[in-house]
Protein backbone atom coordinates (compact mmCIF):
# COMPACT_ATOMS: atom_id res chain seq x y z
CA UNK A 1 0.00 0.00 0.00
CA UNK A 2 0.96 3.49 -0.97
CA UNK A 3 1.51 6.37 1.03
CA UNK A 4 -1.17 9.65 0.80
CA UNK A 5 1.03 12.46 0.85
CA UNK A 6 -1.12 15.93 0.87
CA UNK A 7 -0.44 19.57 1.15
CA UNK A 8 1.26 18.88 5.07
CA UNK A 9 0.68 15.37 5.76
CA UNK A 10 1.70 12.07 4.71
CA UNK A 11 -0.27 9.18 5.58
CA UNK A 12 1.48 6.31 6.25
CA UNK A 13 0.16 3.04 6.04
CA UNK A 14 -0.14 0.34 8.47
CA UNK A 15 2.15 -2.29 8.41
CA UNK A 16 2.14 -5.61 11.38
CA UNK A 17 4.91 -4.11 13.18
CA UNK A 18 3.85 -0.61 13.15
CA UNK A 19 0.42 -1.80 14.43
CA UNK A 20 1.61 -4.08 16.88
CA UNK A 21 3.97 -1.11 17.77
CA UNK A 22 0.36 1.12 18.44
CA UNK A 23 -0.80 -2.11 20.78
CA UNK A 24 2.00 -2.08 22.76
CA UNK A 25 2.37 1.68 23.21
CA UNK A 26 6.07 1.71 21.81
CA UNK A 27 6.89 3.02 18.68
CA UNK A 28 8.85 1.69 15.39
CA UNK A 29 12.14 2.98 14.89
CA UNK A 30 12.36 6.28 13.30
CA UNK A 31 8.97 6.87 14.32
CA UNK A 32 7.89 9.89 16.64
CA UNK A 33 4.67 10.37 18.63
CA UNK A 34 2.79 13.37 19.03
CA UNK A 35 1.80 13.49 23.12
CA UNK A 36 -1.48 11.40 23.13
CA UNK A 37 -1.10 8.95 20.17
CA UNK A 38 -2.01 5.99 20.16
CA UNK A 39 -5.48 7.05 21.70
CA UNK A 40 -8.27 4.29 21.76
CA UNK A 41 -10.02 4.45 18.30
CA UNK A 42 -5.88 4.18 17.32
CA UNK A 43 -5.78 1.03 19.05
CA UNK A 44 -9.34 -0.34 17.46
CA UNK A 45 -7.83 0.23 14.41
CA UNK A 46 -4.59 -1.15 14.54
CA UNK A 47 -6.50 -4.16 16.31
CA UNK A 48 -9.12 -4.21 13.46
CA UNK A 49 -6.15 -4.18 10.98
CA UNK A 50 -4.10 -7.34 12.17
CA UNK A 51 -7.08 -9.34 12.04
CA UNK A 52 -8.43 -8.54 8.78
CA UNK A 53 -4.68 -9.08 7.69
CA UNK A 54 -4.94 -12.90 9.87
CA UNK A 55 -8.51 -13.46 8.05
CA UNK A 56 -8.48 -12.40 4.49
CA UNK A 57 -4.83 -10.92 4.24
CA UNK A 58 -3.69 -7.27 2.97
CA UNK A 59 -6.65 -4.96 3.31
CA UNK A 60 -4.87 -2.76 0.35
CA UNK A 61 -5.83 -0.64 -1.18
CA UNK A 62 -8.58 -0.14 1.94
CA UNK A 63 -6.49 -0.19 4.63
CA UNK A 64 -5.45 1.97 8.03
CA UNK A 65 -2.83 5.04 8.24
CA UNK A 66 -0.88 7.00 10.06
CA UNK A 67 -1.35 10.63 9.88
CA UNK A 68 2.18 12.18 10.27
CA UNK A 69 2.98 16.10 9.53
CA UNK A 70 5.37 16.52 6.48
CA UNK A 71 7.11 19.54 8.16
CA UNK A 72 8.16 17.23 11.06
CA UNK A 73 7.22 13.45 11.04
CA UNK A 74 5.33 13.82 14.17
CA UNK A 75 2.12 11.09 13.93
CA UNK A 76 -0.80 13.13 15.18
CA UNK A 77 -3.07 10.41 14.51
CA UNK A 78 -5.27 7.67 12.36
CA UNK A 79 -7.40 7.52 9.46
CA UNK A 80 -8.39 4.70 7.30
CA UNK A 81 -11.04 2.11 6.03
CA UNK A 82 -12.68 0.35 8.05
CA UNK A 83 -12.84 -3.10 5.39
CA UNK A 84 -13.54 -3.35 1.85
CA UNK A 85 -15.97 -1.61 -0.35
CA UNK A 86 -19.26 -3.12 0.49
CA UNK A 87 -21.51 -4.83 -2.94
CA UNK A 88 -22.58 -1.20 -3.82
CA UNK A 89 -19.10 -0.46 -4.12
CA UNK A 90 -18.80 2.14 -0.53
CA UNK A 91 -16.34 1.85 1.56
CA UNK A 92 -16.67 3.01 5.03
CA UNK A 93 -13.50 6.19 6.26
CA UNK A 94 -12.54 7.02 9.80
CA UNK A 95 -10.08 9.39 11.59
CA UNK A 96 -8.58 10.61 14.66
CA UNK A 97 -6.41 13.75 15.70
CA UNK A 98 -4.62 13.71 18.90
CA UNK A 99 -5.85 16.61 21.06
CA UNK A 100 -2.80 19.09 19.82
CA UNK A 101 -3.03 18.75 16.18
CA UNK A 102 -7.03 19.59 16.21
CA UNK A 103 -8.74 22.64 14.72
CA UNK A 104 -6.16 23.03 11.93
CA UNK A 105 -7.69 21.38 9.39
CA UNK A 106 -5.58 18.21 9.17
CA UNK A 107 -8.75 15.80 9.99
CA UNK A 108 -10.18 17.33 6.83
CA UNK A 109 -7.13 17.07 5.02
CA UNK A 110 -6.27 13.35 5.60
CA UNK A 111 -10.08 12.28 4.89
CA UNK A 112 -10.09 14.31 1.18
CA UNK A 113 -6.96 11.76 0.75
CA UNK A 114 -8.42 9.04 1.56
CA UNK A 115 -11.54 9.93 -0.45
CA UNK A 116 -9.19 11.02 -3.23
CA UNK A 117 -7.63 7.13 -2.89
CA UNK A 118 -11.12 5.54 -2.68
CA UNK A 119 -12.23 7.14 -5.69
CA UNK A 120 -8.78 6.36 -7.61
CA UNK A 121 -9.42 2.45 -6.75
CA UNK A 122 -13.22 2.00 -8.08
CA UNK A 123 -15.09 2.82 -4.58
CA UNK A 124 -18.70 4.28 -5.79
CA UNK A 125 -18.53 6.51 -2.29
CA UNK A 126 -17.86 6.63 0.99
CA UNK A 127 -19.68 6.51 4.32
CA UNK A 128 -19.00 7.72 7.35
CA UNK A 129 -20.66 8.79 11.02
CA UNK A 130 -20.03 10.69 14.16
CA UNK A 131 -21.13 11.07 17.36
CA UNK A 132 -23.99 13.46 17.48
CA UNK A 133 -22.23 16.01 19.94
CA UNK A 134 -19.13 15.78 17.69
CA UNK A 135 -19.88 18.69 15.79
CA UNK A 136 -16.20 19.16 14.94
CA UNK A 137 -16.00 16.03 13.61
CA UNK A 138 -19.29 16.59 11.09
CA UNK A 139 -17.30 19.91 10.40
CA UNK A 140 -14.41 17.78 8.88
CA UNK A 141 -16.87 15.43 6.89
CA UNK A 142 -18.33 18.21 5.26
CA UNK A 143 -15.47 20.18 4.47
CA UNK A 144 -14.29 17.09 3.10
CA UNK A 145 -17.25 16.92 0.23
CA UNK A 146 -19.77 14.34 2.30
CA UNK A 147 -23.02 15.32 3.00
CA UNK A 148 -25.51 14.20 5.79
CA UNK A 149 -27.87 11.75 4.88
CA UNK A 150 -29.02 11.01 8.51
CA UNK A 151 -29.16 10.47 12.26
CA UNK A 152 -30.29 8.33 15.03
CA UNK A 153 -30.16 9.22 18.83
CA UNK A 154 -26.97 8.58 18.66
CA UNK A 155 -25.28 9.20 15.43
CA UNK A 156 -24.73 11.42 12.39
CA UNK A 157 -24.25 9.54 8.94
CA UNK A 158 -22.16 10.99 6.35
CA UNK A 159 -21.71 9.81 2.46
CA UNK A 160 -20.08 10.73 -0.94
CA UNK A 161 -21.11 9.07 -3.59
CA UNK A 162 -19.41 9.52 -7.29
CA UNK A 163 -20.56 8.58 -10.98
CA UNK A 164 -18.55 7.21 -13.57
CA UNK A 165 -15.02 5.52 -13.50
CA UNK A 166 -12.68 6.37 -10.75
CA UNK A 167 -10.18 9.09 -10.99
CA UNK A 168 -7.00 9.60 -9.94
CA UNK A 169 -6.47 11.37 -6.74
CA UNK A 170 -5.90 14.63 -6.92
CA UNK A 171 -3.71 15.24 -3.60
Do not use: K
Not at 30 to 41: E, H, I, N, T, V
Not at 81 to 106: E, K, N, Q, S
Amino acid sequence: MDQLPTERLVLVPLDPARARGLLSGVPGAGCRWGPGYPDDGDRAGARRYLRVLAETGDPAPFGAYEIRRRGDGLTIGGAGFHGPADAAGVVTVGYGLIPAARGRGYAAEALRALLGHARAHGASGAAGDADRENAASHRVMAAAGMRLVGEDERLRYYAVSWAGAPEAASS
